[in-house]
């Protein structure tokens, strides 16, 4: 079994998916379009060019996501996509990447669990949390 995030985006999936795969040093797998899906002749115009699907692995973990239809998007609240590293400047790499054009919450720091830690939400509304963590 395996859990993994699937993120929903207002339109900008591709662009967030090449962000994250530069990011995190991941792999995209999948990046298909409601146009070259099964759905296509369904799908209105406008939405033809956006992204049914997409898939990026990260090591042996994924992260998948879509664009979803401009009548059923929410901005994600609640939640935040958590990526640990082995080592304190893997996470200062990985967080000073994707804070680039995004806000920083918590800025990337020492903590009581964390040798590093932080919080940020990217420039696509995503909220995530980078650290490395101590051993529990």
């Keep these: 079994m395996q859990l993994n995030p699937y993120l929903n985006f207002n339109g ?20 298909m379009t409601y146009g070259d899906s099964p759905a296509a002749a369904q799908t ?11 898939r990026l692995s990260v090591g042996a973990f994924l992260l998948m996501g879509s664009d979803a239809p401009p009548e059923r998007y929410e901005r994600p609240q609640g939640l935040s996509v958590l990526f640990t590293t082995e080592n304190a400047p893997d996470a200062r790499r990985i967080f000073t990447a ?5 806000t920083v919450r918590m800025p990337l720091e020492k903590t009581f669990f964390a040798e590093a830690f932080g919080s940020l939400v990217d420039r696509f509304g995503i909220p995530w949390m980078v650290g490395c963590l101590l051993d529990a």
């Design 44 to 54: 209105p115009p406008q939405l033809r060019g956006k992204i049914i699907h997409a």
């Design 98 to 102: 994707l804070s680039e054009k995004g």
């Design 12 to 31: 900008d999936c591709e662009a967030a998916f090449k962000f994250y795969e530069r990011c995190l040093g991941g792999k995209i797998q999948v990046l």
